[in-house]
């Protein structure tokens, strides 16, 4: 039987935070999220957001491993990104960013994450 663990978190534009997710809840004109950090919850309009899936890795150390996140690999930096073609998660090279390349339990097992896109836009550059 497949078990997939269903998660999110989110980047707020306007406070410049990360949150973990909590409810997520839909209607006719706008889907809204109810998302919290360890000291608030708040609650986020599409157009306020930057929404990324868990994975269903952890790293080498134990971290979930989560869409747009920048993680170390053969001492290359990595970013994590769905692969529409695969349908499935894969991993670029963050200098080439051509070459998508499958990301599974084997990569997971041997990385480690050192940040993501928006709380550490300095790792982009080479």
């Given at each position: 039987m497949l078990n997939i663990e269903l998660r999110?978190?989110?980047f707020s534009k306007k406070?410049?935070?990360?949150?973990?997710s909590g409810p997520l809840s839909f209607s006719k004109d706008q889907?809204?999220?109810r998302f919290y950090s360890d000291t608030e919850m708040e609650g986020l309009k599409d157009e306020?957001?930057?929404l990324m899936q868990y994975t269903g890795q952890k790293d080498k150390n134990n971290n979930d491993v989560y869409q747009r996140d920048i993680i170390l690999l053969n001492e290359k930096k990595h970013i994590i990104v769905w692969d529409n073609n695969r349908g499935g998660w894969s991993y670029t090279d963050v200098e080439r960013q051509?070459?998508?390349?499958?990301?599974?339990?084997?990569?997971?097992n041997n990385c480690e994450v050192i940040g993501n896109q928006f709380e550490n836009p300095e790792l982009l550059k080479p």
């Open positions: 999110f978190r989110a406070t410049q935070r990360m949150y973990k889907h809204s999220f306020d957001m930057e051509i070459t998508m390349t499958p990301f599974g339990r084997s990569e997971a």
